[in-house]
């Protein structure tokens, strides 16, 4: 069975730094594409970014408003993605989903984690 | 960056009756390998988004016959022939045809 599940979610002040989670299991993550995507307190999708499959060369691509600052990587031997984000921003305050493109497009997507960036 | 655009902004509809949400973007999703980079999501309340149509017509398995997608180039619209109360949420169209991928800003779909 396919699942997706996200961590790392917390309250940060402006400037600090936060990991989120990908947990992922029922398939070999590096094979498959995956991304970011967040959801900021009753507003609508965002792309946060996406890490293509490894025999796709695993190559990222973020979203401007986040390049830069946070990054993307992967650890395939424990199939976990993860989201680095540095210098956060009261404007980065959201719930993050991972999602997997894992036959259509991105069509598994964890239940998502909530980042508050507040002083 | 494309811009996708949604109409309307929120649908109130009799269980059984029909509903259209369109979707227009601001430059053509049609790539040159044929396909159009249009998807459709539904968000239901608490939940995250579940893919209900890839490249405009392809239901995702186990959505029910009574979405359909349609469109082409810059014009898209889902259908719902009847809707059901579990239908209830918000509906996004969503581009991949170029990056960064980008969202329409939803239609609430609710129940009369």
């Known amino acids: 069975e396919v699942q997706v599940v996200e961590s790392g979610g917390d309250l940060v002040k402006p400037g600090r730094s936060l990991r989120l989670s990908c947990t992922t299991s029922?398939?070999?993550?590096?094979?498959?594409?995956m991304s970011w995507f967040r959801q900021a307190p009753g507003k609508g999708l965002e792309w946060v970014g996406f890490?293509?499959?490894?025999?796709?060369?695993?190559?990222?691509e973020y979203a401007a408003s986040v390049k830069g600052r946070f990054t993307i990587s992967r650890d395939d031997s424990k199939s976990i993605a993860y989201l680095h984000m540095n210098s956060l921003k009261i404007e980065d305050t959201a719930v993050y989903y991972c999602?997997?493109?894992?036959?259509?497009?991105?069509?598994?997507w964890g239940q998502g984690t909530l980042v508050t960036v507040s002083s | 960056d494309i811009v996708m655009t949604q109409t309307p902004l929120s649908l109130s509809v009799t269980p059984g009756q029909p509903a259209s949400i369109s979707c227009k973007s601001s430059?053509?999703?049609?790539?040159?390998?044929?396909?159009?980079?249009l998807y459709w999501y539904l968000q239901k309340l608490g939940q995250p988004p579940q893919l209900l149509i890839y490249?405009?017509?392809n239901r995702f398995p186990g959505v029910p016959d009574r979405f359909s997608g349609s469109g082409s180039g810059t014009d898209f619209t889902l259908k719902i022939s009847r809707v059901e109360a579990e239908d209830v949420g918000v509906y996004y169209c969503?581009?991949?045809?170029?990056?960064?991928?980008?969202f329409g800003g939803g239609t609430k779909v609710e129940i009369k």
């Open positions: 890490m293509r499959s490894k025999p796709s060369g695993g190559t990222t």
């Open positions: 490249e405009v017509t």
């Open positions: 430059q053509s999703l049609l790539h040159s390998d044929g396909k159009t980079y």
């Open positions: 029922g398939f070999m993550l590096g094979d498959y594409a």
């Open positions: 999602s997997v493109r894992l036959r259509y497009f991105f069509d598994y």
């Open positions: 969503m581009q991949s045809i170029q990056l960064p991928l980008t």
